[in-house]
């Protein structure tokens, strides 16, 4: 079992930053990508972030230059810094994992539970 524990969302106003967390936890052998993806009320989830094990980053094109993902291997966790929001970053911002939990195991697809980010004056 692999469980993922989000944090770092809240309410902010338009120009501010916020800290997304994410650590994963349980039977762990190695994680390749760690990632971040949002979905808006009424809109389809998308693709924020993503950050491969060696830290090559990949950014969708609305957040370049605002976002930053990083990673803390011995911790298990992905960031996401967020700065300069904007009102239309208001999603649940869900973490997503790729990893293998015995080293003979393919790679698993694991997501948290999301946490809210709401930016509105």
């Known amino acids: 079992q692999v469980q993922l524990v989000e944090s770092g969302g809240g309410l902010v106003q338009p120009g501010g930053s916020l800290r997304l967390s994410c650590a994963a936890s349980?039977?762990?052998?190695?994680?390749?990508?760690m990632g971040w993806y949002r979905q808006a009320p009424g809109k389809q989830r998308e693709l924020v972030s993503t950050i491969t094990s060696d830290d090559n980053t990949n950014y969708a094109e609305s957040v370049k230059g605002r976002f930053t993902i990083s990673r803390d291997n011995s911790k298990n966790t992905v960031y996401l810094q967020m700065n300069s929001l904007k009102p239309e970053d208001t999603a649940v911002y869900y973490c997503n994992v790729a990893v293998k939990v015995f080293r003979n195991s393919g790679y698993l697809d694991r997501w948290g539970q999301g946490t809210l980010v709401t930016v509105s004056s």
């Open positions: 349980g039977t762990i052998f190695s994680i390749k990508t």
